[in-house]
């Protein structure tokens, strides 16, 4: 059984923000939800200031405080690594997204069919559509997944439940990469098994120093950060809309 | 005018088949609020939690703040009904029985406030059919199940011998529903010295369970909180905190309760101001404890100032937060622990006043603590605000309407007295010597503990 984790190398990262709109397109995240967020940190005082990025997906932890909170196990880590949500039997509470350090879980605080870009029933734009398929009806987000075989796949299924990152396991499954990693430029982000010492992201550990975000919670991340960290004066730059 | 058994026992019986116009009118008006959030909740179901202010990173709001609060109103009647009577504390027997009240009536608001902020209320079965003992959210509905059930044999011990007498005194002229109720619940209770016996062994062994179960209640709802990476929340501190602030509020809420039941059920004469006196020193205890935890609190993080705890500090001093914590020290503890302290304002309105801003400081002190925990930013963002919107309000109204509500039906079907214990302790001769001392010096004095 691989151990999957991802290596993000900060020093490569340019902030061009792909990983967010491919894990928007591959996932159908609602308005509002990045399951994978960039910050735009800026450090110092003009004119010495520095800007530094911050690729956030979930962190798929080995000591998940969200799956040790999680009162029906909807929350659960699966033997590969992944940190996975079951929408079919999240309950709503949210003690998930209190208990997570790192603030990735996002939750349908309404109807995702009404918190689309567009409004696919809209005669108007069912003529540019053209009888294609919805994004939130691609198949493979709503087939069942894993030993398990639980509903942990893509967003946008029903109201009040709680989704994040699942580092696309319905492509991990088929041996395909994440679609964050898979779209990144600059080959910042590196996907593949930390138990194997020939994949993408062990080479990467070997080659540079890395950290962890908020190594002193003791949650073990499986996502490692290479290259200088962002300092601790960092401020984030543009404020994302977190009222709507 | 002597106040005997007899005439105890007419004046609860009474006051239960009484319906003045004030309980009529004072029902209707909470019933449209019961109704009022009920349609705030359909809305709610049918829109998703999005018609709440609740939003990523702030997700638990004015629901989980009201749901701290009522576990912590419970916490009231339990302690002064069972750890009075561990004590054998004679002036407890008046009050017990609407402490007991208020246990049931608030516990059972508090897991109703759970449903209000669940996103899928309907599957809240699965905590049954997979419910995993690491979380302690399922520690919480475990512990809440137990006081609940505890609370309720506990106050059922307590009311059966009330029960008894309403049955044989007015049984026949009650409408026919509370004859149902009173002959049904009364059981074949004849007051028999074998009953008496078996009822007094289990009075006694609830007592010294409801306690602890009690205790680990509130731990436990803390524990919700503490059981989390979160700075503010983060303390080994948090349990005990919690349980001196249920029962600061419990007892204010329990005199506020005393002196309305009092009012309209004529019992001037068994609740007398030495009982009001008693309740606060027991709330000025109380809030002197809190003060003291408040300070060492303030004091240890305080002049450290490190990361995470300095935020905090800063929006309770003068941030986003401040206005709730000033006015949660100030109003919430100084000014009932100064009203206590006084001599002068040492009476029932001073005690009704200090109580009633007792609860609305723990309100305000449940309020920073939830929202100002979830404020704390732990990745390089900007602090989110909260607002609650009117669908929260008018749920949150509904609720406590609710509460009061509960009372009000509870009040109705048992005497709101408990004749058994007044007796038993004896409380009934202590009410007559304050009668007496009241009409010789023209004026009640202190209270005599």
Redo the contacts between chains.
Sequence with gaps: MPKYGMTIDLDRCTGCRSCMVACKIENNTTQ??FWMYV?R?EEGKFPDTKISF?P?PCQHCDNA?CV???????RYKREDGIVATDWD???????C???C???V???????PKKSQYMDWEDPDIQVATAGAVPSWANPSLNEKYGSENRSIAGSNHI????EKCTFCVQRVEKDMLPACVDTCPTHALQFGDLDDPDSAPSVAIKEKDGFK??ED?N?QPRVTYLGSP?GPG???IE??S??? | MTYSTESLERATVEAMQRFSKRYIISFIVLSAFVVAGIVAYINQLQ????E?G????I??GLYIVMFVFFIGASMGGTFVSAALRLADMGWRAPISRGAEYITVSALFTASLF?FA?????E??I??L????W?????WD?YGLNTYIAGSMVYLYLAVLPDLALVRDRVGHQLDPIRRLFVIMFSASWTGHPKQVKALDTSLKVMTVVIVPVAVMMHTVTSW?FG????EPWDSPMFGIYFVVGAVYSGVGLIVVFMYVMRRMNHMEAFLTERHFLNMGKLLAGAGGVMIFFQISDLVTAGFKLKGDSAFNLYQLADGAMAPIFWTYIWVGLMIPLALMLLPWTRTIWGVLIASVLANVGMMLERYFIVIGG?RLP?????A?SYMPTLTELTIVLGLCSLFILILMIMMKLAPAISVQEMIETGEIEAVQHDARRAASTDGPEGAVA
């Excluded at chain 1, 109201?159 to 709680?162: F, I, L």
């Excluded at chain 2, 059981?227 to 979160?230: A, C, G």
């Design positions: 509002n939800a910050f940190l911050l956030r405080p040790k909170v999680c009162p029906v196990g909807a039997r999240c309950i709503g509470c949210r003690y997204e209190v208990a350090p790192y603030g879980n996002s939750f349908n605080y309404k109807d109201k009040g439940v709680m975000l908020l919670r949650t962002f960092a401020r984030e404020r994302p977190v009222k709507d | 829109n998703g939690l999005y709440t609740m939003r990523d990173r997700t638990w759970i902020d669940m996103g899928h209320p599957r809240a699965n905590i059919l997979f419910g995993r690491e979380s302690p959210l399922v509905v919700i059981m989390t990476l979160r979830l732990l990745n390089p963002y900007h989110p």
